[in-house]
């Protein structure tokens, strides 16, 4: 079974379009992310929400908006894309023990932009 | 601001040599401190992780060494084989923030065979 699972794994679209990556988790976490990767492999965090309620919001155009309907889904809705939106965007969630987080991510979604 | 510092940003090493990543922090206060392995065309998957109690970790070929005085510490691979070949993140967090995880900037290690 897959812990934490992406649906597109590609996505080609012209500039300008709306599109959404859906994210998935089963493990029972409280807390999702979603990050961007560029083509120099590295990971920006975009947002985290912890049971459904944001609580980290990097300095991300407001042309992205997380959504989360349920602890188990975070969803992430970009207007007007651009050709720098271009990236693989990351869904991951976590749990803490001890003090010490695990974060578990997904395969990736490959947004090409047009 | 970076708090995570990683170098080399990419490496080359041949099959049977040693492979070592770099990384140093600024925050005295991270307390946790993982690496993370990323296949190409995967995400990143937890490795192997160290708390600064103790200086070195090891599993299998892969040993974390940490020095806190220094605020530095570092992946090492022995015997690095061709499917060793990935990606490479250091990870720093400390407890009192919710543990979130700051990444470092990925170490692109790449075995010949």
């Known amino acids: 079974d897959t812990a934490v699972s992406q649906t597109p794994k590609y996505l080609v679209t012209q500039m300008g379009n709306d599109k959404s990556i859906k994210c998935e988790q089963n493990l029972g976490h409280d807390t999702m992310y979603w990050y961007k990767q560029d083509s120099k492999k590295f990971l920006k965090i975009m947002f985290s929400?912890?049971?459904?309620?944001?609580?980290i919001n990097e300095t991300v155009p407001n042309r992205f908006s997380p959504k989360s309907p349920d602890k188990a889904h975070l969803n992430l809705h970009i207007n007007s894309l651009e050709l720098g939106d271009s990236a693989v965007y990351f869904c991951?969630?976590?749990?803490?023990?001890?003090?010490?987080?695990?974060?578990?991510f997904g395969p990736g979604t490959r947004l090409l932009v047009l | 601001q970076q708090q995570v510092k990683q170098s080399p940003q990419s490496l080359i090493v041949q099959k049977g040599g040693i492979s070592i990543i770099n990384c140093a922090y600024e925050?005295?206060?991270?307390?946790?401190f993982p690496w993370y392995q990323q296949f190409p065309g995967k995400g990143p998957a937890l490795l192997i992780a160290i708390r600064p109690d103790v200086s070195e970790k090891k599993e299998g070929r892969f040993t974390i060494s940490f020095n806190k005085s220094a605020k530095q510490f570092s992946l090492h691979i022995m015997d690095s084989q061709p499917g060793d070949s990935a990606t490479y993140f250091c990870a720093a967090s400390k407890e009192t923030s919710g543990s979130r995880l700051t990444f470092g900037e990925g170490t692109q290690l790449t075995v010949n065979p």
């Open positions: 929400y912890n049971n459904k309620e944001l609580i």
């Open positions: 991951a969630s976590s749990q803490v023990y001890r003090g010490q987080e695990t974060q578990y």
């Open positions: 925050n005295t206060a991270f307390d946790y």
